[in-house]
Nanobody, 119 residues
C-alpha cells in the first residue's frame, strides 16, 4: 500500500491550494480517506474524513473553507483548501487503513506535504 501526497506550497492568506493523495495497493473506492495536519510540538489533528460513498466530515476550524473529494477512477483523494489562514500552516498527511482481522487494523500514511500560509 502506498499513499503519495502532493500539492503543498507557500500561499498568502486568503489564497487556495489543492492537495492530492494518490493511492495504490488498496481497494480505493471502498476505503475511507482522511486528511490530518501537524505542526511542530502538537499532536496530529484530523482535518477531514472522506467516506467511501463521497460524504465528508470536517473539523470545526476548516468547515466552509476546505472540501474533501475523491476520484475513484484515479484512486486519488483531494483536499481543496480555500480562504487559507496562517493557522492552517502545517504538514498535511493523507491516511487510510485496512482491517487485518475482526478487530485489528493497519494504518497507512502518506509522506506529508508542507502547507505554509503567510499573513
Amino acid at each position: 500500500v502506498q499513499l503519495q501526497a502532493s500539492g503543498g506550497g507557500l500561499v498568502q492568506a486568503g489564497g487556495s491550494l489543492r492537495l492530492s493523495c494518490a493511492a495504490s495497493g488498496i481497494n480505493f473506492a471502498s476505503n475511507r480517506m482522511n486528511w490530518y495536519r501537524q505542526v511542530p510540538g502538537k499532536p496530529r489533528e484530523l482535518v477531514a474524513s472522506l467516506m467511501s460513498g463521497g460524504s465528508s466530515n470536517y473539523t470545526e476550524a476548516v468547515k466552509g473553507r476546505f472540501t474533501a473529494s475523491r476520484d475513484n477512477a484515479r484512486n486519488t483523494a483531494y483536499l481543496q483548501m480555500d480562504r487559507l489562514q496562517p493557522e492552517d500552516t502545517a504538514v498535511y498527511y493523507c491516511h487510510t487503513w485496512i482491517m487485518t482481522g475482526w478487530t485489528t487494523k493497519r494504518d497507512y500514511w502518506g509522506q506529508g506535504t508542507q502547507v505554509t500560509v503567510s499573513s
